[in-house]
């Protein structure tokens, strides 16, 4: 199975690349697998080929300026070569945690740029929440994993928000806290997804 394999030690990487590292040389945690074989079609999604790893220093759990240069995602085309790799000595093993995907409809947070956006007037404000906490959820975890669609998110962003390509919450049962039990947000302009210019992606960890 690629989603995630004995406690996130190993993971499944191409053939000839090394371990991702942070701006100062640490070895990255490897935080989570999407594979997109059998993922569904979503309308207004470009379609990813292959998988898309992602790496943080859950380690440290930086934030703000100092996340820069602390994460990475590594896209695996479909067809291409694999190999197991264990983690490099001294990165923190998480534990594993296999998730199936199921398709929601998801409203942007009133601190999203994407309700400033709709234009709804301020006496509006209060309905909108009763509308969120009303909203049906497929998933009744009190976990908030998601790809796609509007992301959980507690703060403003600095800038537009673009389209959520990974969001992984605090786990109670795997021990991880993000900060203060916050999640941990990667973000990408829709072009750079089309292009695979994964490189351009936006990490935010949020409380």
């Known amino acids: 199975d690629l989603v995630r394999s004995r406690g996130l030690g190993d993971v499944y990487k191409r053939q000839g690349t090394s371990w991702p590292k942070s701006s100062t040389g640490r070895a990255l945690e490897h935080v989570a697998t999407l594979d997109f074989q059998n993922a569904p079609v979503l309308d207004g999604v470009p379609k990813i ?51 199936e995907p199921v398709v929601d409809r998801t409203l942007p947070a009133v601190t999203a740029h994407a309700y400033a956006s709709m234009g709804l007037p301020q006496n509006a404000l209060d309905r ?13 975890s009190i976990e908030y994993h998601r790809s796609f669609g509007h992301g959980n998110v507690t703060d403003e ?19 991880i806290h993000w900060g203060d039990a916050g999640r941990i947000f990667f973000w990408i302009e829709p072009a750079d997804l089309r292009a695979g ?6 990490f935010q960890l949020q409380g």
Do not use: C, M
């Not at 909108?128 to 009744?140: E, H, N, Q, T």
């Not at 962003?157 to 021990?175: F, I, M, R, T």
């Not at 210019?197 to 936006?202: D, E, G, L, Q, T």
């Open 49 to 99: 080929d292959g998988r898309l790893v992602f790496f943080y220093d859950a380690k440290n759990v930086p934030f703000g300026d100092d996340a820069e240069g602390a994460w990475a995602i590594v896209h695996i085309a479909s067809k291409t070569e694999v190999v197991r790799t264990a983690a490099p000595k001294g990165t923190k093993t998480l534990k594993p945690s296999k998730l």
């Open 157 to 175: 962003s600095d800038a537009p928000e673009p389209l959520l390509l990974l969001q992984v919450d605090s786990y109670e049962h795997g021990a």
């Open 128 to 140: 909108y929440r009763d509308l969120l906490d009303a909203w049906p959820r497929v998933d009744k």
């Open 197 to 202: 210019r994964f490189a351009k992606a936006r």
